[in-house]
């Protein structure tokens, strides 16, 4: 019984080097980070977002009453002069065309 677990045990250590070099592919020291605009946080002022903001890694619409929403989110970002790389910011609108900004946040990790 014991030489039918010898292949096992060698299966393992062989593919444990081959998964941490594959957690070396998703590190993101090497990227750049997406660079959002200044935006200010004012009742007075109308973004037309679908012009100028960068492709988000996420981005999640919604309704809230009659107001429509949108929440898009950056893994990799510079904003302001955070020092934190995960932003979220929220928006909202009546028409779906001029958006306020109401909500910035920052992932703590």
């Known amino acids: 019984m014991r030489f039918f677990n010898y292949p096992k045990i060698l299966f393992s250590l062989g593919t444990i080097p081959w998964l941490s070099a594959c957690q070396t592919v998703v590190h993101l020291e090497g990227v750049t980070p997406v660079k959002l605009p200044y935006l200010k946080n004012t009742a007075n002022e109308c973004y037309y977002l679908d012009e100028f903001m960068p492709v988000p890694d996420n981005l999640v619409t919604g ?31 009546r028409d779906d065309k001029c958006w306020s900004l109401f909500e910035e946040f920052y992932v703590v990790k």
């Open 63 to 93: 309704l809230s009453g009659a107001l429509k929403l949108r929440y898009y989110s950056f893994k990799f970002a510079n904003y302001k002069d955070w020092n934190e790389r995960e932003i979220v910011l929220s928006f909202y609108s």
